[in-house]
């Protein structure tokens, strides 16, 4: 069993900067991916960025591309997820997931635990 707790998220005007953290314990962190979505009011839950247990492999979805970089620290079992160059389109409640194997997946349905949400606001 995993637990994740998600942290970081606040209002923030638009072209802002904010990082989101994901504590995660009760197991070896390295053993898992881990991995941002993020769900707005109306919407499902869409894929945001995943890194690998070892944290050298990234994938991120198009729209965050180059704005949002995801990193972990398997010493301090926490993840990130730096967002720069925010847009309004970015607000929505950010999750963290963690699923028992190397590589992450874009699919929600792919991973094992997850956390209660930080909410990220973006005015315009």
């Known amino acids: 069993q995993v637990q994740v707790v998600e942290s970081g998220g606040r209002l923030v005007q638009a072209g802002g900067s904010l990082r989101l953290s994901c504590v995660a314990s009760?197991?070896?962190?390295?053993?898992?991916?881990m991995g941002w979505f993020r769900q707005a009011p109306g919407k499902e839950r869409e894929f945001v960025a995943t890194?690998?247990?070892?944290?050298?492999?990234?994938s991120y979805a198009d729209s965050v591309r180059g704005r949002f970089a995801i990193s972990r620290s398997n010493a301090k079992n926490t993840i990130y997820l730096q967002m720069n160059s925010l847009k309004p389109e970015d607000t929505a409640a950010y999750y963290c997931?963690?699923?028992?194997?190397?590589?992450?997946?874009?699919?929600?349905?792919?991973?094992?635990?997850w956390g209660q949400g930080t909410q990220v606001t973006v005015s315009s």
């Open positions: 997931a963690a699923a028992q194997r190397m590589y992450g997946s874009s699919s929600s349905a792919a991973w094992d635990y």
């Open positions: 009760g197991r070896t962190l390295s053993n898992y991916a």
């Open positions: 890194v690998s247990g070892s944290g050298g492999t990234t």
